[in-house]
């Protein structure tokens, strides 16, 4: 498993924008596909978007599409999530989340990743 940070968050009003990092520890990250999740107050974790290993690949829940952008720098071990367009509906902690089978793909489910970071809060003001 790798160790998984996220920062990036914080409030900012209607239409404005957001970039999430997900910074991961050790040395075979690059081997991961990563998501973004997130999960508002007693609401499901719900997919928002996920990578695969390479970062030539991506899949994206149709809330966000068009608006969310994810990739990633294997060199430096960080996955991001830059968001535009931002609606109070998508207020939330956001979480990323790294998964080593690499035979899956799309992964969108939340029991099929194994490394979790702790999150970082999202608030979009109306």
């Known amino acids: 498993q790798v160790q998984l940070v996220e920062s990036g968050g914080g409030l900012v009003q209607t239409g404005g924008s957001l970039r999430l990092s997900c910074a991961a520890s050790?040395?075979?990250?690059?081997?991961?596909?990563v998501g973004w999740f997130r999960q508002a107050p007693e609401k499901e974790r719900e997919f928002v978007a996920v990578?695969?290993?390479?970062?030539?690949?991506?899949e994206y829940a149709d809330s966000v599409r068009g608006r969310f952008t994810i990739s990633r720098n294997n060199a430096i071990n960080t996955v991001y999530l830059q968001m535009n367009s931002l609606k109070p509906e998508d207020t939330a902690r956001y979480y990323c989340?790294?998964?080593?089978?690499?035979?899956?793909?799309?992964?969108?489910?939340?029991?099929?990743?194994?490394?979790w970071g702790q999150g970082t809060q999202v608030t979009v003001s109306s």
């Open positions: 050790g040395r075979t990250f690059r081997f991961y596909n």
């Open positions: 989340a790294a998964d080593q089978d690499l035979t899956r793909w799309p992964v969108r489910a939340v029991p099929d990743f194994e490394s």
């Open positions: 990578i695969n290993w390479s970062g030539g690949v991506t």
